[in-house]
């Protein structure tokens, strides 16, 4: 490469003749005439010497015109190879785009308050969510698409009704609301490719639109599925937690930190764009939508009812009747004719009995208060007269003497149809 770079200065610089320059650097004349003429610096090349695989390619493309997506593994059992499958899959990845097909992505550009993405993260590190158990909680992960501004909270379960309390919380610290939200077909917002009607309800509140990607699709919403790694490689390590609220309370702090960075495929920091990502979105609404679990059962006499996968007790007082039972990420709240019957902190762990000290008394003293009137009620009775059995053989007539004293029978007599006459 020297060379070639004084040969031309040389010559094209200084007017040295080609012989004196052959003469100069200790080369060939045609060598100085080559370089004159090239139009480019001399690269070399090495020649190809061919690969392992090259007799093998004519069946590998056979095999992969039938099934295009053939594992490596199979592929090498099929042909019968016998060397490390390093050159195999580098062949494989070469020729196997001729079968498959390539599918084109093209590069999406956001408009401010259009678009937030939406998604669950299930972090690998067990929180505790009561004494002695823990458990994998849900992380409700919503990112901004015009300023990839970041919001995420643990949530109980992956219901509706806390899936959609969850989303209220980030909207609501936000301020403000998106056109769309995009969903995958996660069941509860929808598993049938059409939003459920909790879903739909939270949409037509907010006054925003909920859209679902394509199945098996995670590039349409991968501006959120690369929040979750993002989350997983530098929030999650080394990290440990006490409750759902403490993981909560560091999730926070880290994303004023992660909302704080440059992203260089928007060339700013999320946190100076989201005024610019705010002024496009729609205001919230002035009433809340209605979000957590609900529901309606009657209280039977065990006094408890079912929220999620825990019980919580009920004043026993209601037993019998229709109660209403609301819950949150941190309460709950059971009403019978308007009235509070039951007010609970939430279990988040599995198979959870919560009891209120005050409805096991209740129930106690209710018992005590049966058991002692059906007392008084059983003593009130009047005594009733019980008849001997030989009263009632008297009664109608009927002897029957066990002992064996009673008369012979008194034989009687019958009459044949032929006149005869029979005595029994």
Same mark, same amino acid.
């Given at each position: 490469?020297?060379?070639?770079?004084?040969?031309?200065?040389?010559?094209?610089?200084?007017?040295?003749?080609?012989?004196?320059?052959?003469?100069?650097?200790?080369?060939?004349?045609?060598?100085?005439?080559?370089?004159?003429?090239?139009?480019?610096?001399?690269?070399?090349?090495?020649?190809?010497?061919?690969?392992?695989?090259?007799?093998?390619?004519?069946?590998?493309?056979?095999?992969? *015109?039938?099934?295009?997506?053939?594992? &490596?593994?199979? =592929? #090498?059992? $099929? @042909?019968?190879?016998?060397?490390?499958?390093? !050159?195999?899959?580098?062949?494989?990845?070469?020729?196997?785009?001729?079968?498959?097909?390539?599918?084109?992505?093209?590069?999406?550009?956001?408009?401010?308050?259009?678009?937030?993405?939406?998604?669950?993260?299930?972090?690998?590190?067990?929180?505790?969510?009561?004494?002695?158990?823990?458990?994998?909680?849900?992380?409700?992960?919503?990112?901004?698409?015009?300023?990839?501004?970041?919001?995420?909270?643990?949530?109980?379960?992956?219901?509706?009704?806390?899936?959609?309390?969850?989303?209220?919380?980030?909207?609501?610290?936000?301020?403000?609301?998106?056109?769309?939200?995009?969903?995958?077909?996660?069941?509860?917002?929808?598993?049938?490719?059409?939003? *459920?009607?909790?879903?739909?309800?939270? &949409?037509?509140? =907010? #006054?925003? $639109? @909920?859209?679902?990607?394509?199945?098996?699709? !995670?590039?349409?919403?991968?501006?959120?599925?690369?929040?979750?790694?993002?989350?997983?490689?530098?929030?999650?390590?080394?990290?440990?937690?006490?409750?759902?609220?403490?993981?909560?309370?560091?999730?926070?702090?880290?994303?004023?930190?992660?909302?704080?960075?440059?992203?260089?495929?928007?060339?700013?920091?999320?946190?100076?764009?989201l005024a610019t990502d705010r002024a496009a979105m729609l205001p919230l609404p002035p009433?809340?939508?209605?979000?957590?679990?609900?529901s309606r059962v009657r209280l039977g006499r065990d006094y408890y009812i079912r929220l999620?996968?825990?019980?919580?007790?009920?004043?026993?007082?209601?037993?019998?009747?229709?109660?209403?039972?609301?819950?949150?990420?941190?309460?709950?709240?059971?009403?019978?004719?308007?009235?509070?019957?039951?007010?609970?902190?939430?279990?988040?762990?599995?198979?959870?009995?919560?009891?209120?000290?005050?409805?096991?008394?209740?129930?106690?003293?209710?018992?005590?208060?049966?058991?002692?009137?059906?007392?008084?009620?059983?003593?009130?009775?009047?005594?009733?007269?019980?008849?001997?059995?030989?009263?009632?053989?008297?009664?109608?007539?009927?002897?029957?003497?066990?002992?064996?004293?009673?008369?012979?029978?008194?034989?009687?007599?019958?009459?044949?149809?032929?006149?005869?006459?029979?005595?029994?």
């Amino acid at each position: 490469m020297e060379d070639w770079a004084e040969i031309r200065r040389l010559h094209r610089a200084e007017g040295v003749p080609i012989k004196e320059i052959a003469r100069r650097l200790g080369v060939a004349c045609n060598t100085v005439r080559k370089a004159l003429a090239s139009d480019g610096p001399p690269k070399y090349v090495r020649a190809a010497k061919g690969s392992v695989v090259d007799p093998f390619e004519p069946r590998i493309r056979v095999l992969l *015109t039938e099934w295009p997506r053939m594992p &490596a593994l199979v =592929v #090498a059992e $099929r @042909i019968g190879w016998t060397y490390s499958l390093s !050159p195999l899959k580098r062949r494989l990845a070469l020729i196997r785009p001729e079968y498959v097909g390539i599918d084109p992505v093209d590069r999406v550009v956001y408009s401010p308050g259009q678009v937030t993405q939406c998604d669950l993260w299930f972090p690998e590190t067990p929180v505790p969510v009561a004494p002695g158990h823990e458990r994998v909680a849900p992380v409700l992960v919503m990112t901004l698409g015009f300023s990839r501004f970041l919001t995420a909270t643990m949530i109980p379960s992956r219901q509706a009704g806390d899936i959609l309390a969850g989303m209220w919380l980030l909207i609501s610290g936000v301020g403000r609301v998106t056109k769309t939200l995009v969903w995958d077909r996660e069941s509860a917002i929808g598993g049938g490719g059409r939003p *459920t009607v909790p879903a739909a309800a939270f &949409a037509g509140t =907010v #006054a925003t $639109r @909920i859209r679902l990607a394509p199945p098996r699709d !995670p590039e349409f919403k991968g501006l959120v599925e690369w929040t979750n790694g993002y989350l997983e490689t530098s929030f999650l390590p080394g990290r440990r937690f006490a409750s759902p609220a403490d993981f909560n309370d560091q999730l926070g702090d880290w994303l004023v930190r992660a909302n704080s960075r440059t992203v260089r495929s928007i060339g700013g920091r999320p946190v100076d764009l989201l005024a610019t990502d705010r002024a496009a979105m729609l205001p919230l609404p002035p009433v809340a939508p209605r979000t957590g679990l609900t529901s309606r059962v009657r209280l039977g006499r065990d006094y408890y009812i079912r929220l999620d996968t825990a019980d919580y007790s009920v004043d026993p007082r209601v037993i019998g009747k229709f109660v209403d039972a609301t819950a949150t990420s941190d309460t709950v709240t059971v009403l019978c004719d308007g009235q509070t019957v039951a007010a609970h902190q939430r279990s988040w762990a599995a198979h959870a009995v919560v009891t209120d000290p005050a409805h096991t008394a209740t129930a106690k003293a209710m018992r005590q208060a049966l058991a002692a009137d059906r007392a008084c009620r059983h003593a009130r009775r009047h005594p009733v007269t019980l008849r001997a059995l030989p009263d009632y053989d008297a009664l109608f007539g009927v002897d029957f003497d066990p002992t064996g004293t009673s008369p012979p029978l008194r034989p009687v007599t019958t009459h044949q149809e032929d006149g005869d006459q029979t005595e029994r």
